[in-house]
């Protein structure tokens, strides 16, 4: 697919937000899909080779966003892409938030794990579901878009590691304490912050859904190279496709120590 990028904004020295047109893309994307983008603007270029994967972040009018956090040459190139160029990237791909008809759930996001639960909370907001956000960050910079999130989020529970924004501490500390409210868990961030939220919703058996960022090379399923473990009923291990099976999986099915 290929869409005309509409705006890509700086919001701080690690963060993007890219937004772009597509009407097709947007018919078809739901909360929890991902897409492979070309990081490069020009058809003729081809390094890097491989297309990085990103969270629809949200969709409106026509328009789906894309968060991101400068890490290497992809998302370098990505920061450079000028307004009204032309983007290529795949159609939304992998599974979905399940929607379970709760009343209340949490929602918990560290740094750039935030992303797609903007899509996500508009959609459980249209459903009449009551979210509270837990987000955490190392630092000030990683705490985004908190305007966004407070048109659907009842309360917004701000953690940072430094203590600058919000309560000093990790995400999962607060969480413990509110933890008996909630119907059901989504949580995307980093794997530690997963494992963590996963062993809480656990011992309080409250279901939880995690959304994992793999490393991820062709995105369709054909190179095997994001692999995780998952537990099933029966107690045996088997391995899952992130990017087929997942990212979004039942957090209490993952064997994390193998991850
Ligand atoms: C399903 C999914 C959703 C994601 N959503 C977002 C998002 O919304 N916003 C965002 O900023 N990032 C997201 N990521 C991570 C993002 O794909 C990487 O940060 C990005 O690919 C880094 O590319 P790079 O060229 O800048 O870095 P490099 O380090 O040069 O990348 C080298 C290779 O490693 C892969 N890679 C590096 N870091 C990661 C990572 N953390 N996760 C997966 N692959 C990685 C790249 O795709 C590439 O193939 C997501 C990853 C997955 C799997
Ligand atoms: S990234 Fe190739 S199989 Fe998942």
Sequence with gaps: MK??????????????????ECEEFVNKAKPGHFMMVKAQQYDYLYDPLLRRPFGVCDIERGRFKILYVLIGKGTNLL??????????????????????????????????G????????????????????????????DI?????????????????????????????EPLQKNILQYD?????????MLEATTKIAVENKIPIEVSLDERMACGMGACLGCLIYL??????????????????FDGSKIVWSNQ
């Design 3 to 20: 869409g005309k990028v509409v705006s890509n904004t700086k919001l701080n020295d690690k963060y993007y937000l890219m937004e772009i």
């Design 79 to 112: 920061s450079q892409i000028k307004i009204n160029s032309t983007i290529e990237f795949s159609e939304p791909l992998g599974n979905t938030f399940k929607y379970n008809g709760g009343k209340k759930v949490a929602m918990v996001g560290g740094g750039v």
């Design 114 to 141: 935030i992303a797609p639960l903007l899509f996500l909370a508009r959609y459980l907001k249209n459903q009449g579901t009551e979210i509270d956000l837990y987000y955490g960050g190392k630092t000030e910079d």
């Design 144 to 172: 985004l878009m908190i305007d966004e999130f407070k048109k659907y989020c009842s309360h917004i529970i701000v953690t940072t590691e430094n203590g600058k924004v919000g309560q000093k501490g990790i995400v999962t």
């Design 184 to 192: 059901k868990i989504y949580a995307c961030g980093p794997k530690k």
């Design 231 to 248: 537990k099933n009923d029966n107690g045996e291990i088997e391995q899952k496709r992130c990017c087929v099976e997942g990212p979004v």
